[in-house]
C-alpha cells in the first residue's frame, strides 16, 4: 500500500519523465517514447491514486511519442486512454486537443485535424493566452496547407505572427517565419517570400536549434527553386542538410533529402 508520501514522489517523477520524454523528441526519439512509456506504466501501478490531469498529461505525451514513430494506431489507443478522464487543467486538455490534431494530420483525417485545433482555440481565447494561441494558429496552417487550402493557411499564419508578444522565443517566431515563407512560396509570391527571407537573415546566427537554421535554407533552396535557379538551391539544401544532420532526428531530414534527390535529377 503506497503512502501518501510516496504517492508524491511518484506523482514527482511521473512529471519529470513527461517533461523529459517532451523535451527529447527532437534530439533522441528513442528516449522520448522511453521516458513516456515509463510514464505510463507508473500510472497504472498507482491505480487511479493520482489527480487525473498527470494521467491525462501521462498518456497524452506517451501517444506523441508513438505518432513520432509513426506507430499510429497505438498512438491512437494511448490518447483514447487520455480522454477517459475529465481534465481540470486547461493546458492539459489543449495539449491533448493538439496531439491529437497531430495524429490526425499524421493519418491524413484534416477535416477532423482542424476541428479538434477550432476547439483548443476556444480553450485558450478563455485563457487569454496570445502566444499559446499564435502557436495553435501555426498548427492550423500546417492543417490547411496540406489541405491545399492556400488562402485559409496564410490567413492562419499571418495571425499566428500578429499575436506573438514582444518577449517571444526567437526559435516560436522563426518557426512561425518558416511556416509563412513555405506557404508564400506555395502561392506563389516569390517577392514576398524573398522580403521574408531577407527578415529571417539576421536571426540565423542566434538560433539555438541547427534544424530551424537549416529550415530557413531548405526555404531559400525553395525559392531558388522558383526562380529557375537550380544552382543556388543545390548550395542552399547543401547548408540545410549540413545544418539539419546535427539533429538527425529532426522530421524535416527525410523530406528535405528526397528533394536534393529530385533536384539531382534535373539537368544542370
Avoid at 494506431?73 to 487543467?89: I, M, T
Avoid at 537550380?230 to 527525410?254: D, I, K, T
Wanted: some cysteine.
Amino acid at each position: 500500500m503506497q503512502t501518501v508520501d510516496d504517492l508524491a514522489a511518484c506523482a514527482e517523477q511521473i512529471r519529470q519523465l513527461v517533461d523529459s520524454s517532451f523535451a527529447t523528441r527532437y534530439a533522441d526519439v528513442a528516449a522520448t517514447l522511453e521516458s513516456s512509456s515509463r510514464a505510463v506504466a507508473l500510472v497504472e501501478e498507482a491505480r487511479g491514486r493520482l489527480p487525473n490531469d498527470l494521467i491525462v498529461a501521462a498518456w497524452t505525451q506517451y501517444g506523441n511519442a508513438l505518432r513520432i514513430v509513426r506507430r499510429f494506431e497505438e498512438a491512437e489507443k494511448a490518447l483514447e486512454r487520455a480522454c477517459e478522464l475529465p481534465a481540470s487543467d486547461p493546458q492539459t486538455r489543449i495539449r491533448l486537443l493538439e496531439v491529437m490534431s497531430s495524429l490526425h494530420r499524421n493519418m491524413n483525417k484534416l477535416d477532423s485535424a482542424a476541428e479538434l485545433l477550432a476547439a483548443a482555440l476556444e480553450e485558450i481565447r478563455s485563457l487569454g493566452d496570445s502566444d499559446a494561441e499564435s502557436r495553435t494558429y501555426n498548427l492550423l496552417g500546417i492543417v490547411h496547407l496540406d489541405r491545399g487550402d492556400l488562402a485559409n493557411a496564410l490567413r492562419a499564419y499571418q495571425t499566428a505572427l500578429d499575436l506573438l508578444g514582444a518577449e517571444a522565443q526567437l526559435e516560436v517566431l522563426a518557426a512561425e517565419g518558416h511556416n509563412l515563407l513555405e506557404a508564400v512560396i506555395a502561392d506563389g509570391r516569390l517577392s514576398a517570400a524573398a522580403a521574408i527571407l531577407v527578415l529571417l537573415e539576421p536571426y540565423q546566427g542566434h538560433l539555438a536549434s541547427p534544424r530551424l537554421a537549416g529550415k530557413t535554407e531548405c526555404m531559400r533552396a525553395r525559392l531558388y527553386r522558383k526562380l529557375q535557379q537550380p544552382g543556388a538551391a543545390r548550395v542552399a539544401y547543401q547548408r540545410a542538410y549540413a545544418l539539419m544532420s546535427a539533429e538527425p532526428n529532426a522530421p524535416e531530414l527525410a523530406e528535405l533529402a528526397a528533394e536534393m534527390a529530385g533536384l539531382a535529377e534535373a539537368p544542370k
